[in-house]
T-cell receptor
Framework: AQKITQTQPGMFVQEKEAVTLDCTYD???????LFWYKQPSSGEMIFLIY??????QNATEGRYSLNFQKARKSANLVISASQLGDSAMYFC????????????FGTGTKLQVIP | EAGVAQSPRYKIIEKRQSVAFWCNPI?????LYWYQQILGQGPKLLIQ????????DSQLPKDRFSAERLKGVDSTLKIQPAKLEDSAVYLC???????????????????FGPGTRLLVL
């Protein structure tokens, strides 16, 4: 069975600094996808970045990058040059290739950016 | 491109009452999902449709929850009767599914609607 673990319930970061949000996963599948979503206080889940298990390079999307370490089963999100608008909940999720690709979410990390 | 639409945005009901939520996915997205997100937790999948067929409803409390996706586009989620513990945000998401091939996984990114906040008193 799939499992996503986010061990940091809350994080603080100074504005303009970089921050890393941790995510580890467990799956027996060889082919899977990893996703990060941002959820502001308004409640909407916003897709940030995707990493495929067979992608050789770490994914990047603007200020977001994914530090993918397949052997350690980790997929940490790095946010560079933090902005006040980055304050939100961040969820790591995984989709495997079995059946209809069920998606499992972690419990989330609440990030607060300090001016 | 229009996003996933949901209504209502907020709903307050008393326990034992019924409630229904509506979702319109992104045009062309074959897969539709309903999630329940209780405060402080990650989303939990309730039901997944592929076109108008159910492919996963293993976590749907079928004694009180029901969902349908007639014609493979819009979907409704109903709770009847509601309990206090049903208070949560109900999120709808859709994805463009392409089966087969490693490149297809990125196409299966889910895009979420704004959610419906339900409070059961």
């Amino acid at each position: 069975a799939q499992k996503i673990t986010q061990t940091q319930p809350g994080m603080f970061v100074q504005e303009k600094e970089a921050v890393t949000l941790d995510c580890t996963y467990d799956t027996s599948d060889q082919s899977y996808g990893l996703f990060w979503y941002k959820q502001p206080s308004s409640g909407e889940m916003i897709f940030l970045i995707y990493q495929g298990s067979y992608d050789e390079q770490n994914a990047t999307e603007g200020r977001y990058s994914l530090n993918f370490q397949k052997a350690r089963k980790s997929a940490n999100l790095v946010i560079s040059a933090s902005q006040l608008g980055d304050s939100a909940m961040y969820f790591c999720a995984m989709r495997d290739r079995g059946g209809y690709q069920k998606v499992t979410f972690g419990t989330g990390t609440k990030l607060q950016v300090i001016p | 491109e229009a996003g996933v639409a949901q209504s209502p945005r907020y709903k307050i009901i008393e326990k034992r009452q019924s409630v229904a939520f509506w979702c319109n996915p992104i045009s062309g997205h074959a897969t539709l999902y309903w999630y329940q997100q209780i405060l402080g937790q990650g989303p939990k999948l309730l039901i997944q449709f592929q076109n108008n067929g159910v492919v996963d409803d293993s976590q749907l409390p079928k004694d009180r929850f029901s969902a349908e996706r007639l014609k493979g586009v819009d979907s409704t989620l109903k709770i009847q009767p509601a309990k206090l513990e049903d208070s949560a945000v109900y999120l709808c998401a859709s994805s463009l599914v392409r089966r087969g091939g490693l490149a297809g996984l990125k196409q299966e990114t889910q895009y979420f609607g704004p959610g419906t906040r339900l409070l059961v008193l």
